[in-house]
């Protein structure tokens, strides 16, 4: 397969060198482009193309979705997601669905079944909060294990709003996100967490892989505090999650 467009992206502070057919793609990672060492390459192949059609049909039967037409382009942007996925699990990094809203240098990261509500709770914290807050990625943010801590990082795989930034900022806290009637929240166990966790995160077809990811999810439940939040839409969900979340008192 030939491959007339390559560049050096960056994620999470680690740079890779991607070769694709489609300029497109590398103008999706616009914001992330490096000039620095790369640590690795990804290049999708026909095979890597067909597992990603096959992903993606099969994600939209499971959330009861139209699949939108698979264009070549799309395809290759699927298989780059799967190899680069893939690939960051050597650097002690791994993809979790959710939006992660940023405050105050720190990333509160809210993950739910498709559809509850997490972009519009997230989007309540900036309007909240105003300057103070910003999207950091509102769909597929990585979650780095570092020796300093959990840090969560900007992707441009962030969802139908295409709100994300190329910023890499301690993680705070993880929350589970449920409609309710009222605005609760309390701590989740790390065995109560640990089916949340695994559900949202990336999966490998690899046994060797999905040992390293059951490691990495490990070390998020030991590292970061995991919550279930249930709220309504509401500036009082915010304060709400956030007192839940911090132990601070509410201040906007």
């Given at each position: 397969?030939?491959?007339?467009?390559?560049?050096?992206?960056?994620?999470?502070?680690?740079?890779?060198?991607?070769?694709?057919?489609?300029?497109?793609?590398?103008?999706?990672?616009?914001?992330?482009?490096?000039?620095?060492?790369?640590?690795?390459?990804v290049a999708p192949e026909e095979k890597d193309l067909l597992a990603?059609?096959?992903s993606y049909l099969r994600t939209m039967r499971a959330e009861g979705k139209t699949p939108l037409p698979c264009s070549e382009p799309f395809l290759e942007n699927l298989a780059l997601h799967a190899l680069i996925a893939e690939e960051m699990l050597a650097f002690d990094t791994l993809l979790m669905h959710?939006?992660?809203?940023?405050?105050?240098?720190?990333?509160?990261?809210?993950?739910?079944?498709?559809?509850?509500?997490?972009?519009t709770h997230t989007r309540l914290w900036r309007e909240t909060f105003?300057?103070?807050?910003?999207?950091?990625?509102?769909?597929?943010?990585?979650?780095?294990?570092?020796?300093?801590g959990v840090f969560a990082c900007g992707t441009p795989w962030c969802g139908k709003h295409g709100l994300n930034r190329n910023a890499v900022l301690p993680l705070r806290?993880?929350?589970?996100?449920?409609?309710g009637q009222?605005?609760?929240?309390?701590?989740?166990?790390?065995?109560?967490?640990?089916?949340?966790?695994?559900?949202?995160?990336?999966?490998?077809?690899?046994?060797?892989?999905?040992?390293k990811i059951l490691r990495l999810e490990d070390a998020l439940l030991r590292r970061v505090p995991f919550f279930k939040l249930a709220c309504t839409i509401s500036s009082d969900a915010v304060r709400v999650a956030y007192e839940g979340m911090t132990g601070r008192k509410w201040k906007k």
């Open positions: 397969m030939e491959y007339p467009t390559v560049f050096t992206a960056a994620l999470a502070n680690v740079p890779f060198t991607v070769s694709c057919r489609f300029p497109q793609n590398k103008a999706f990672f616009a914001d992330y482009l490096s000039d620095g060492e790369p640590r690795f390459c990603a059609k096959e959710g939006s992660a809203v940023a405050l105050d240098g720190e990333v509160f990261l809210f993950t739910a079944e498709s559809g509850v509500g997490k972009s105003g300057e103070r807050a910003f999207a950091l990625n509102d769909d597929k943010p990585l979650l780095a294990v570092r020796e300093g806290a993880v929350a589970w996100l449920t409609r009222t605005n609760t929240i309390r701590p989740l166990s790390p065995a109560e967490a640990i089916p949340t966790l695994f559900s949202q995160c990336y999966r490998s077809e690899s046994e060797k892989s999905m040992e």
